[in-house]
């Protein structure tokens, strides 16, 4: 069977090896890339958001979702000490997690059309975390409350649309408050946000100094175990259906909701290089640059978008970003998931809040290949990461990303708030090496091996 499908992935690289990627917008001739090309950063409030008087030190919105509730038992086994409280829409089902788990947190309960509810619940925490998906339907008030309190948040979103929306209408906000709010921190796109900024850091591109020519980053998708989650996707869903909603009302151009910089509304046109949101192209083709015949990946729409956000809160110049998946990725992903829901480990159409059985989360994992190219030399690195990345993985990688919130010491620029990503808002150092002590079945929950 593993000899056809090599076949055949052969054939069709062959017929396919002439589909030319995107070709990055060539720069102006009336632009010079430098740090002029920028909105400067507004200057950090007064009093920090830090909050070391605030009740807790994290709240958990969503708590009793799946991914929710794995968030609560791993900050509840590893780190005790931590002041911790659980929070969502229904009273009933918070109480019922309390009791009839190991899970003795605090919650309180708002609901997600009650702004005034979760600006007191906001201003009770240093760090939010938001796990109620789909955000374009529950998450609009949960982020403003983070915002307008000053308090730090993180999500799970997917959904470039509710990005660009908490873009356009907080970002002003969070500066003024000096809240960080960090989008889009589980599988998507923590992985492919780290990595790019580890190679462009050994390419030489420095935070504020920005690169004088174009630099490309690759990232392939190269094996991934596990199933969609209920949440992301009901996202895609959300996102397509907004999207189809907005073009046939007129109210969105079919441009805009293709634009590779919808999250970046103040982007100089001199930083724009990518002319596809993906960056990767619709097509199955080959790309010389990872060497491997691939897709987009399919959570490319978001992640590219998230981080090319993250290229231009950290000032580093015309940087193009694409990102694929591998034939051989896709092919034995279905499989693995088809193999896991004739073991009943799976459903193939799970609902929000659903999730696999222990066995899948457990065994579960993901590799991704980044590759950097700048004038002068090719950086790659290879990122491992383990558990099933709907669910094990992500609910560690986020409660991780809210700890480095809770901490002064982790935050890049503290003081300085307004809408970002794990790559421009955490120092990556600190977060690295914080998600490298979290443990996956056989070692790290992530790794990052430069090549």
Same mark, same amino acid.
């Given at each position: 069977?593993?000899?056809?499908?090599?076949?055949?992935?052969?054939?069709?690289?062959?017929?396919?090896?002439?589909?030319?990627?995107?070709?990055?917008?060539?720069?102006?001739?009336?632009?010079?890339?430098?740090?002029?090309?920028?909105?400067?950063?507004?200057?950090?409030?007064?009093?920090?958001?830090?909050?070391?008087?605030?009740?807790?030190?994290?709240?958990?919105?969503?708590?009793?979702?799946?991914?929710?509730?794995?968030?609560?038992?791993?900050?509840?086994?590893?780190?005790?000490?931590?002041?911790?409280?659980?929070?969502?829409?229904?009273?009933?089902?918070?109480?019922?997690?309390?009791?009839?788990?190991?899970?003795?947190?605090?919650?309180?309960?708002?609901?997600?059309?009650?702004?005034?509810?979760?600006?007191?619940?906001?201003?009770?925490?240093?760090?939010?975390?938001?796990?109620?998906?789909?955000?374009?339907?529950?998450?609009?008030?949960?982020?403003?409350?983070?915002?307008?309190?000053?308090?730090?948040?993180?999500?799970?979103?997917?959904?470039?649309?509710?990005?660009?929306?908490?873009?356009?209408?907080?970002?002003?906000? %969070?500066? +003024?408050? $000096?809240?960080?709010?960090?989008?889009? &921190?589980?599988?998507? *796109? =923590?992985?492919?946000?780290?990595?790019?900024?580890?190679?462009?850091?050994?390419?030489?591109?420095?935070?504020?100094?920005?690169?004088?020519?174009?630099?490309?980053?690759?990232?392939?998708?190269?094996?991934?175990?596990?199933?969609?989650?209920?949440?992301?996707?009901?996202?895609?869903?959300?996102?397509?259906?907004?999207?189809?909603?907005?073009?046939?009302?007129?109210?969105?151009?079919?441009?805009?909701?293709?634009?590779?910089?919808?999250?970046?509304?103040?982007?100089?046109?001199?930083?724009?290089?990518?002319?596809? %949101?993906? +960056?990767? $192209?619709?097509?199955?083709?080959?790309? &010389?640059?990872?060497? *491997? =015949?691939?897709?987009?990946?399919?959570?490319?729409?978001?992640?590219?978008?998230?981080?090319?956000?993250?290229?231009?809160?950290?000032?580093?110049?015309?940087?193009?970003?694409?990102?694929?998946?591998?034939?051989?990725?896709?092919?034995?992903?279905?499989?693995?998931?088809?193999?896991?829901?004739?073991?009943?480990?799976?459903?193939?159409?799970?609902?929000?809040?659903?999730?696999?059985?222990?066995?899948?989360?457990?065994?579960?994992?993901?590799?991704?290949?980044?590759?950097?190219?700048?004038?002068?030399?090719?950086?790659?690195?290879?990122?491992?990461?383990?558990?099933?990345?709907?669910?094990?993985?992500? *609910?560690?990688?986020?409660?991780?990303?809210?700890?480095?919130?809770?901490?002064?010491?982790?935050?890049?620029?503290?003081?300085?708030?307004?809408?970002?990503?794990?790559?421009?808002?955490?120092?990556?150092?600190?977060?690295?090496?914080?998600?490298?002590?979290?443990?996956?079945?056989?070692?790290?929950?992530?790794?990052?091996?430069?090549?």
């Amino acid at each position: 069977m593993w000899k056809f499908l090599g076949l055949l992935t052969v054939l069709t690289s062959l017929i396919i090896y002439n589909i030319s990627p995107p070709t990055p917008l060539p720069l102006p001739s009336q632009c010079v890339t430098s740090p002029s090309l920028y909105t400067p950063y507004a200057p950090p409030p007064p009093v920090t958001s830090s909050h070391p008087s605030r009740d807790f030190d994290i709240i958990v919105y969503g708590a009793t979702g799946f991914t929710g509730k794995l968030v609560m038992e791993y900050y509840a086994l590893n780190f005790p000490s931590l002041k911790i409280a659980s929070a969502g829409r229904s009273l009933s089902k918070l109480s019922d997690l309390t009791s009839s788990s190991s899970l003795p947190f605090p919650y309180f309960a708002c609901s997600s059309t009650d702004l005034p509810c979760l600006l007191e619940l906001s201003s009770k925490t240093r760090v939010l975390i938001s796990l109620a998906g789909p955000y374009t339907l529950y998450g609009s008030n949960v982020v403003r409350a983070a915002a307008e309190s000053g308090t730090h948040y993180v999500d799970l979103s997917g959904e470039f649309f509710f990005h660009r929306k908490t873009v356009d209408e907080l970002h002003g906000i %969070a500066e +003024g408050t $000096g809240a960080k709010i960090i989008i889009a &921190g589980g599988f998507d *796109s =923590v992985p492919f946000d780290l990595g790019s900024q580890l190679v462009l850091r050994d390419l030489g591109v420095k935070p504020g100094s920005p690169s004088s020519s174009l630099i490309r980053i690759v990232s392939l998708v190269t094996e991934v175990r596990g199933w969609l989650s209920g949440g992301t996707l009901a996202s895609m869903i959300e996102g397509v259906t907004g999207m189809v909603k907005g073009v046939v009302s007129g109210s969105l151009k079919m441009d805009y909701a293709n634009d590779p910089y919808i999250t970046l509304p103040e982007v100089n046109d001199c930083l724009r290089v990518d002319t596809e %949101a993906t +960056g990767w $192209g619709s097509f199955l083709r080959y790309d &010389g640059t990872v060497e *491997s =015949v691939g897709m987009p990946h399919f959570m490319a729409y978001c992640n590219s978008r998230v981080i090319r956000r993250s290229f231009y809160f950290m000032r580093q110049g015309r940087v193009s970003y694409s990102e694929g998946m591998s034939v051989e990725a896709a092919v034995k992903a279905t499989w693995w998931a088809f193999k896991q829901w004739l073991k009943g480990e799976v459903t193939l159409l799970p609902k929000p809040g659903e999730g696999p059985g222990e066995g899948m989360r457990r065994d579960g994992g993901f590799e991704v290949k980044v590759v950097g190219i700048s004038e002068k030399e090719t950086v790659t690195y290879k990122i491992i990461g383990r558990g099933d990345p709907g669910y094990e993985f992500t *609910s560690k990688i986020v409660a991780t990303v809210g700890l480095c919130l809770s901490n002064p010491e982790c935050e890049r620029d503290h003081g300085v708030g307004g809408v970002m990503t794990v790559g421009s808002g955490l120092k990556g150092k600190n977060l690295r090496e914080m998600i490298e002590e979290v443990q996956g079945e056989g070692g790290p929950l992530m790794e990052f091996k430069k090549l």
